[in-house]
């Protein structure tokens, strides 16, 4: 992982699934609102545009395995010397971060087809493979220059809030802000994997080189992390203006509808029935048959 693709990748993985869960639980949210029911959180959502028998599969507990064994083989594979030995430590740090957050993705699809696990078991899995990502970035920077250390070690705050994102989540479910700051942790975490790259290894040549040693460096990277979480959290909310006008938008068309439907039902009385609406429930309607003078 010691160079720019190593950290372009899961920084992929992170970005895209952070933007997954903020859109699914606004989704989820907007739609309880206009049901009147409760907002409830999960480690995974469905994909609302799959149909038939795809529907109710798991796609994202899928998909997210699949790119973790897309990770964890990668970094197996390049850890080993031209004489098949595993040479490389730190790929071996990687490949158990990626191993953990795959068995947090196994256990998402047991659930799914209702193995007998404990309760909220998602949660403890997802919660363990963060802690242990945690514990691996923090005794990575052993021997590292002070810019790289400083990168990493705002990454850490970025994973630690992640950690108790997802244990109030567990605990308070029903509650979107609990939901949404694990999204956008997420999401944090996967711009400065990719800031933490490019800063490090940059991919194309540049007259501005950054002095792994100079103070005033370290802080023009203290900035850029401050201007990650800003822009961040733009966009977290950007998606949720964005979900909510659709909502706002479908839910009116869908009003209007109904109340077409009504009239329409109303006003036709051909000589066989006549169709009476019960105002008082927009859920009921009464059917009288009466007989039509001539």
């Not at 197996?76 to 490389?88: A, E, L, M, Q």
Request: negative net charge; contains cysteine.
């Amino acid at each position: 992982m010691g160079n720019f693709p190593g950290h372009a990748l899961p920084g992929s993985f992170f970005i895209f699934f952070g933007l997954w869960w903020t859109f699914h639980m606004f989704y989820r949210y907007y739609i309880a609102l206009n049901k009147n029911t409760k907002f409830t959180s999960s480690v995974i959502f469905n994909c609302p545009c799959l149909c038939g028998r795809f529907k109710d599969w798991p796609i994202e507990a899928y998909f997210k395995l699949m790119c973790i064994c897309i990770g964890f083989f990668l970094e197996i594979y390049t850890g080993f010397s031209k004489d098949w030995r595993f040479v490389n430590i730190g790929n071996g740090q990687h490949a158990t971060m990626f191993f953990f957050f795959g068995l947090s993705s196994v256990v998402d699809i047991l659930l799914h087809y209702k193995w007998p696990l404990p309760p909220s078991m998602d949660y403890v899995s997802l919660f363990l493979a963060i802690t242990v990502e945690f514990i691996l970035f923090k005794f990575h920077l052993h021997g590292r220059t002070d810019l790289d250390v400083l990168l990493h070690t705002l990454l850490l705050y970025a994973i630690a809030a992640s950690i108790i994102s997802v244990i109030l989540e567990m605990k308070y479910k029903n509650n979107i802000m609990c939901a949404l700051s694990r999204a956008y942790c997420t999401l944090l975490q996967g711009t400065w994997f990719w800031q933490i790259g490019w800063i490090l290894y940059p991919p194309f040549k540049s007259s501005f080189r950054w002095d792994e040693d100079d103070h005033e460096q370290m802080m023009i990277a203290t900035m850029i992390f401050a201007w990650h979480a800003g822009v961040n959290l733009l966009i977290v909310l950007a998606i949720g203006g964005v979900v909510a006008a659709a909502h706002r938008r479908f839910y009116t068309y869908s009003q209007e509808d109904s109340y077409a439907m009504k009239r329409l039902i109303n006003s036709s009385s051909n000589g066989d029935s006549m169709v009476k609406i019960n105002e008082d429930s927009e859920s009921e309607v009464e059917f009288e048959n009466t007989s039509m003078l001539s």
